[in-house]
């Protein structure tokens, strides 16, 4: 990744894009836009990452459609493929050409899966961290199944993470997710410290102000996941990448 990046979010409900809030089925929203062509908006718009999750396939820890993640990965930009994926939806998501995928909170209930995953994969694995109370205080809330982990505390997963060392791990406050509340900058701010990995920022981010906001928190966070609020038309991806562009310094 380059110094902070932003990474516009595609979810998927039934073909279409579509917005979730906190991970319940009740809190999906269709925009009713082609997954393909939004996607190719993002590119043309100057996008090196674009994260993608299928949420019908997530409950099952299933990637999206390999055809969709290999189409989105032709128009030139890396993709990221989460959505509470298991170790087996981590290996189908590579194959079907995403240059990253995220493992799903779950397996911070299995200590030894997540070793596993780490060594088979390396750069090409994040780790998803999705945390209910902020930390270090909080709880592990899976968004979207992986209820083994559910109610380990935050500390202990922390303290697994730092053991294990990914390449990156995705901070989301599920509490944040999908509400156009904030990002939680004390809680990337704890993750960063403890687990001493680059750490992406997904959740909460509602304006410009918010991505200046995270990325003063460079290198430690190496980018932003952002979704309803390019959906809605808060800001364009090329207002949010002119933003960041001049680092951390400048958005001080």
């Known amino acids: 990744m380059s110094p902070f990046d932003v990474l516009p979010a595609i979810d998927i409900v039934g073909g279409a894009v579509a917005s979730m809030r906190g991970g319940g089925p009740g809190g999906v929203r269709r925009f009713d836009r082609d997954p393909l062509d939004v996607a190719r908006v993002y590119a043309e718009a100057g996008a090196a990452w674009i994260h993608v999750v299928d949420l019908d396939a997530a409950r099952r820890g299933e990637p999206a459609e390999p055809d969709l993640v290999g189409a989105i990965a032709a128009l030139g930009v890396r993709v990221e493929v989460g959505g ?15 240059a990253r995928a995220i493992l799903g ?34 709880v592990v809330r899976p968004r979207l199944g992986g209820e083994a982990a559910g109610g380990l ?39 960063a410290a403890r687990v001493g990995v680059p750490v992406l920022a997904s959740g909460g981010i509602r304006s410009i102000e918010d991505l200046r906001a995270v990325a003063t928190l460079s290198p430690s966070v190496v980018g932003a996941i952002v979704g309803r609020a390019l959906h809605e038309g808060a800001f364009t991806l090329r207002e949010a990448i002119d933003a960041v562009r001049a680092g951390p310094e400048a958005a001080r």
């Not at 170790?87 to 050409?97: D, E, F, H, Q």
């Not at 990914?166 to 900058?185: C, E, H, I, K, Q």
Request: net charge negative.
């Open 84 to 98: 509470s994926l298991s170790p087996g939806g981590v290996r189908r998501a590579l194959a079907a050409g995403a």
């Open 105 to 138: 909170a779950g397996a911070l209930g299995d200590p030894a899966a997540l070793r596993s995953a780490v060594a088979e994969h390396g750069e090409r694995l994040a780790v998803g961290l999705d945390v209910e109370g902020g930390i270090p205080g909080g």
């Open 153 to 191: 505390a935050a500390t202990d997963a922390l303290a697994l993470l730092a053991e294990v060392c990914p390449a990156l791990v995705v901070y989301t406050d599920v509490r944040r997710d999908g509400a156009l509340a904030g990002p939680d900058l004390e809680g990337l701010r704890g993750v």
